[in-house]
Structure formats: structure tokens, C-alpha cells
């Protein structure tokens, strides 16, 4: 089984650039999530959704946006982007109540 | 304000010695508690969940407990293996009406060496 796949794995962009990283769960769950992670940071939540059709704001949502047109994908778009965004981006799914989070392999960004 | 810390930072030990995790919380209110290991370059993955009326759980060499009262957990590693070396991070699940948060402590880096 897949379950959470992300793309692209790493990318370099340079700053003021758009750029969507892309996310695909096959479990159908309902709910989803981006994180970032920084060193000294631990994860932070960017945006979830629920399910298909609402997304939410997390801690640290600016200069970010997401879509749920659908159960599997969430992409996570960089409108323009800047340096303060390099980072290693996590999508998550989960299922139920048990709040069990699974994980991504992560894409590295590099804004330069 | 709901906090996850854990400690230590970062931990260096050698290959076949014990060690011990420490995460702290004040989150109310409590649903869960999860430890996820996540290795170098991976994405995290669930160890163990630990709910209010659990004291001790075992996945392996791993050993989480809880202390409901004192708002603390723990992860202890028996016979740490070089593939123990990951960040450890703990999540704590905190339910109510309005839905449920997950609040992040910021890891523990633990490294084994031969």
C-alpha cells in the first residue's frame, strides 16, 4: 500500500516563484494535513482539512494555500514564494478517532 | 496554553545501552498521547497511543507509560540498536465540541553509536 504520496521529494525555487507541492492518500481518509519542519522548530501545522470540500487554517498559514477537491489530493500552493519558506513540508492523513497521523516521506524546499 | 515539551534535546548512547524519553504536557483537554519515530530523511510513524486510563505500553524494545496526574510520559529503549538512532517526537490529542488538536513537542534526537 502507498498511502501518503508526495511530490516532488526536493526542489529549488527561486523567491516570487509559484510552486504546488502535491499530496495523494489511497486509505480514504477523511482528513488531511500540511506541516512544515524546521530545525529547532518541530512540525507545524499549515492548513487541514476535514474532508473533501472544507480546508482549515493551522498555526503558520500565510503566504500558503490548499484545495481538497477531493478525498485523495491536497496540494499545497506557494503563490510567490520567499526564502523564510525553505523548509521540509509534510502531508499527513488521518482516520477516526484515534488521531493517528500517516505521514508523508516529505518535500524539500529551498527558496533561494 | 496547551504545551508539548520533551526532553532531552538531543541524546547520544551506545549500541546496547538503555534510555529514556521524557515528554511533559500541559494540554486539556486530554485525549491521547502518541510517540512517532521518524527516521533521517523519512516522514514520522506511529510507536505507540497512549490514552488516560493507560499506564504502560510496550511495541517491541519501546516502553511508553503515562502519568495522568503528573501530565508526564515517557519512551524508554531497552538494548538501544544503531536503527533506534531518529527523532522521537511526542503528540498529544486534546478533544472537545469544537474538534480535536494535536499539539507537537519538538523532539528528542537520539543517536546510537557502535
Known amino acids: 500500500t502507498a498511502g501518503i504520496t508526495q511530490a516532488p521529494t526536493s526542489q529549488i525555487l527561486a523567491a516570487g516563484r509559484s510552486m504546488t507541492l502535491r499530496c495523494t492518500q489511497d486509505?480514504?481518509?477523511?482528513?488531511m494535513y500540511w506541516y512544515r519542519q524546521d530545525l529547532g522548530l518541530g512540525l507545524r501545522l499549515i492548513h487541514y482539512?476535514?474532508?473533501?470540500?472544507?480546508?482549515g487554517k493551522g498555526e503558520v498559514p500565510d503566504g500558503y494555500s490548499v484545495s481538497r477537491a477531493n478525498t485523495d489530493d491536497f496540494p499545497l500552493t506557494l503563490a510567490s514564494a520567499v526564502p523564510s519558506q525553505t523548509s521540509v513540508y509534510f502531508c499527513a492523513s488521518s482516520a477516526g478517532n484515534t488521531g493517528e497521523l500517516f505521514f508523508g516521506e516529505g518535500s524539500r524546499l529551498t527558496v533561494l | 496554553k496547551n504545551q508539548v515539551e520533551q526532553s532531552p534535546q538531543s541524546l547520544i548512547i551506545l549500541e546496547g545501552k538503555n534510555c529514556t524519553l521524557q515528554c511533559n504536557y500541559t494540554v486539556s483537554p486530554f485525549s491521547n498521547l502518541r510517540w512517532y519515530k521518524q527516521d533521517t530523511g523519512r516522514g514520522p510513524v506511529s510507536l505507540t497511543i497512549?490514552?488516560?486510563?493507560?499506564n504502560t505500553k510496550s511495541n517491541g524494545r519501546y516502553t511508553a507509560t503515562l502519568d495522568a496526574d503528573t501530565k508526564q510520559s515517557s519512551l524508554h529503549i531497552t538494548a538501544s540498536q544503531l536503527s533506534d538512532s531518529a527523532s522521537y517526537i511526542c503528540?498529544?490529542?486534546?478533544?472537545?465540541?469544537?474538534?480535536?488538536?494535536?499539539?507537537f513537542g519538538k523532539g528528542t534526537t537520539l543517536s546510537v553509536s557502535s
Open positions: 482539512s476535514n474532508t473533501a470540500g472544507t480546508t
Open positions: 486509505m480514504r481518509h477523511n482528513a
Open positions: 497512549m490514552t488516560f486510563s493507560e
Open positions: 503528540v498529544v490529542s486534546a478533544s472537545s465540541q469544537a474538534g480535536t488538536a494535536l499539539i
